[in-house]
């Protein structure tokens, strides 16, 4: 095992500080990474101050994670040491049931070892994540990011990215589709890019006139604004498919007019209850509701690759490691376009 410098939370009362932690040794398997960036994510937010009411202390968030390689296993082909790689939030699963077959190890059956606050099997304990100087990772959960994008804004994508990705690509989003993306933030300005991308007409909406602006400047043909009964009523029944980013409970009922016959909307944000559905508003028009969590890895490497193909990456702001408290009071006011991004020299020169 090797000592390095990380930053962790020892409670949820406690600010983010430094503190040393032991990564394992290089198995034949695994692929070792000195990160170099890594992204903020809100659920590292969520984590430190055990919102979920599952975390493992001391935390050491971070699952946006790009790096080079320091060294790899053996029994590693795909990976040498200089290359720039990611890591997301699994860094291992069973690989054996239904779902790991599938490609779908974050709905393994057995459950997907996360980046950080899950059970560590090599080393007992849990596993610690990318506020920290490296990690080593089972070369089977190891992306390769292109080197044509900017390092720096591709480190959300291994989250943020993803999670806007994996419903889009599923539900099968083409060119000539109008696709509207609810809320404008960290997820939100990842869909509307992603959606443009992909040849959708894309319509932001959100409750805020003053987000118009940044909207078409990320990709938007047109921005909804959802309090307006009157441009909710032009726009009823015309959506191929909504992607619904808003992180806390509420209404989906006036959404759902918005949508065609036969037409979904997927829910990446609010993990916890909603507001009453309305039986009427999926029963007429066959409408559906639905959700999705981040990807697997095949397709996390098909968002990347497709990011390298269309020059897709996040809109950042740097922030050095020793920041990271005041960056959080930040997220918690959602005060940051649109993702916050730790230089890890920060930490590592220290």
């Known amino acids: 095992m090797s000592k390095i410098k990380a930053y962790a939370a020892q409670s949820k009362e406690a600010d983010l500080e430094p503190m040393d932690i032991e990564r394992r040794e290089l198995t034949d398997d695994d692929v070792k990474i000195d990160i170099l960036y890594c992204g903020v994510c809100h659920s590292d937010l969520h984590q430190v101050r055990n919102d979920w009411k599952n975390s493992k202390y001391p935390v050491v968030p971070g699952h946006e994670i790009v790096g080079k390689v320091m060294a790899v296993g053996k029994n590693v082909s795909n990976f040498k040491e200089g290359d720039l790689v990611g890591v997301g939030c699994m860094v291992d699963s069973c690989q054996e049931c239904g779902a790991c077959k599938d490609d779908l ?8 070892t996360m980046t950080y606050n899950s059970k560590d099997k090599h080393m007992g304990g849990h596993t610690f994540g990318g506020y920290s100087e490296n990690i080593v990772v089972d070369k ?9 994008i900017d390092a720096k804004a591709a480190a ?24 509207g993306v609810i809320g404008l933030g960290g997820l939100g300005h ?9 040849g959708a007409h894309t319509v932001m909406i959100t409750t805020s ?10 990709g938007a043909d047109e921005v909804l604004i959802s309090k307006n009964d009157d441009d909710m009523e032009k726009h009823a029944g015309s959506f191929d498919f909504l992607l619904n980013t808003i992180p806390v409970g509420h209404d989906v009922n006036p959404y759902l007019s918005l949508l065609k016959r036969d037409s979904t909307m997927v829910l990446v944000g609010a993990i916890e209850p909603l507001e009453a559905v309305h039986g009427g508003s999926v029963i007429m028009g066959r409408k559906r509701i639905a959700g999705s969590l981040i990807g697997g890895i095949k397709e996390t490497q098909e968002m990347l690759d497709f990011c390298g193909e269309h020059n897709v990456v996040c809109d950042i702001e740097m922030i050095d490691m020793q920041n990271i408290n005041e960056a959080y009071d930040r997220l918690t006011k959602s005060d940051v376009k649109y993702r916050f991004v730790i230089d890890m020299k920060s930490l590592k020169e220290s």
């Open 209 to 218: 006139p003053s987000k118009s602006e940044d909207a078409k400047s990320l």
């Open 105 to 112: 190890e974050q709905f393994c059956e057995k459950g997907a």
């Open 190 to 198: 990842m869909g509307i890019k992603f959606a443009h991308a992909m």
């Open 156 to 179: 959300p994508l291994l989250c943020a990215g993803i999670t806007t990705w994996s419903p889009l690509a599923h539900w099968g989003v083409k060119k000539g589709d109008k696709v």
């Open 140 to 148: 089977e959960f190891v992306l390769k990011v292109p080197t044509n």
